[in-house]
Every structure is written in structure tokens, then in C-alpha cells.
């Protein structure tokens, strides 16, 4: 008797719209953590554009532009204490892959007039489809080992963990934040790398307590 094969069990592709709403909770996010997300994504999806001018992932300044041509909405918030949800990034990754497939931004803002977060949300998942990876497989790391690191709360887990190999050492650093204000950090902790420097980590320290302040 002759048993039969049995062929393995193929796990069934997540469903896109369910993989791109787990990025609500990596929400709010700065102006610069919201664009190197939604260009991980991009990346992440390995969208191809149909031409050159669209390949340009989204930075900061195209953001602004965005919300000054009312294609994105506003932040929450002003200065560096704004902030951006999911419904941002939303609207940049629909706009990036409308782009791609060659529509200008005059044509968008006639497209998107109206047009409800639900359907933008179907639209953009949609068009990632099942390359879209979810949040933990999100690569967010500069080229050459550069540290970027992790976005939004995503970026917690990642800073409480010490250099691998390196003990903690005794010696702190005193980074001032603001008037009456310090922060008394190991000198071997990676938020110091992953910060940029002291002015930038006491601008990031300034900006969470902004909204802590707020209630946001």
C-alpha cells in the first residue's frame, strides 16, 4: 500500500487593510518620524513607479508642502510640538502612490476633495497589497549601521535596551532640557546615538512634555 503525500498547509497572505491599521498604534508622530515611516513603507512594499519623478519618497519639506496644498491635513498642534496621526500618514502614502501612477497634484486635490479616511484607507491597502509588511518587520534602520531607530512607541522597546556586549557604566551625562529641567542619562545608553546628539534629544524630551502638558 502505497501512502499518499501530503502537501504542506500554506498559511493564508494577511490581509492588507488588517496589516495597515496595526500602524495606528505606532501614532503620533513628528513630522520627521512621519516620513521616514510612510518611506519604509514605501520601500518595505517595493512599489514600482511608473516614472522618475515619483520615485522620491516623502521627506519633511514635500509633507509640508502637502498640508499647504490641503492634500494632507493639518498636525495637531504647532512649531515642534506638532503632531500626526494615522489618518497622515494615510494621506501621504495615498498621495505617493497616486503619484506613481502618474497623477499630478492638481488632479489630486480634485481626487481627494471629500473623499473619507475609510475609502483613502481602502485605497492605499489596496494598492500595497500583500507586500505591505506589519509595523515589527518594518525596517527603520540607516544604511552603514547608522542608527535611525524605531518611530513613534514602537521606538521604546529598542532605547531601554543597552548596547549588546557593553556593560552600563557609572558615568552620566547631564543633557539640560529646559529651565529647572535635566536629564541624567548613562553615557553607554543607545537613545544617545539614536537621538543625534544632546540638542537634539533634549528638543525631542521638550517636545513629548509639550504634549503631555496638553493632554494629547
Not at 490581509?15 to 518620524?33: C, M
Not at 491635513?73 to 502612490?97: C, D, F, M, N, W
Not at 528638543?203 to 496638553?214: F, G, N, Y
Amino acid at each position: 500500500m502505497t501512502a499518499g503525500l501530503v502537501t504542506p498547509a500554506v498559511p493564508p497572505a494577511a490581509d492588507p487593510l488588517a496589516v495597515l491599521r496595526e500602524y495606528r498604534t505606532l501614532a503620533p508622530w513628528s513630522l520627521r518620524d512621519l516620513a521616514a515611516v510612510a518611506a519604509a513603507v514605501l520601500e518595505a512594499s517595493d512599489v514600482v513607479p511608473l516614472n522618475a519623478a515619483a520615485r522620491a519618497r516623502p521627506t519633511e519639506r514635500t509633507i509640508r508642502f502637502y498640508v499647504t496644498r490641503g492634500l494632507v491635513s493639518a498636525p495637531e498642534g504647532r512649531g515642534t510640538a506638532a503632531v500626526y496621526g494615522y489618518r497622515h500618514l494615510l494621506q501621504v502614502l495615498a498621495i505617493k502612490l497616486r503619484q506613481m501612477e502618474g497623477a499630478t497634484l492638481d488632479t489630486l486635490s480634485a481626487e481627494f476633495a471629500g473623499m473619507t479616511g475609510d475609502i483613502i484607507e481602502r485605497r492605499v491597502a489596496a494598492a500595497l497589497g500583500t507586500a505591505l509588511p506589519s509595523p515589527e518587520r518594518l525596517p527603520l534602520l540607516r544604511p552603514a549601521g547608522h542608527a535611525r531607530g524605531k518611530v513613534g512607541r514602537a521606538m521604546q522597546q529598542w532605547l531601554s535596551s543597552p548596547v549588546p556586549g557593553q556593560e552600563r557604566g557609572s558615568n552620566c551625562r547631564r543633557v539640560p532640557v529646559a529651565p529647572g529641567l535635566e536629564l541624567l542619562v548613562d553615557e553607554h545608553h543607545p537613545v544617545l546615538r539614536a537621538a543625534g546628539g544632546d540638542a537634539a534629544l533634549a528638543e525631542t524630551v521638550r517636545q513629548a512634555l509639550a504634549r503631555l502638558v496638553t493632554g494629547e
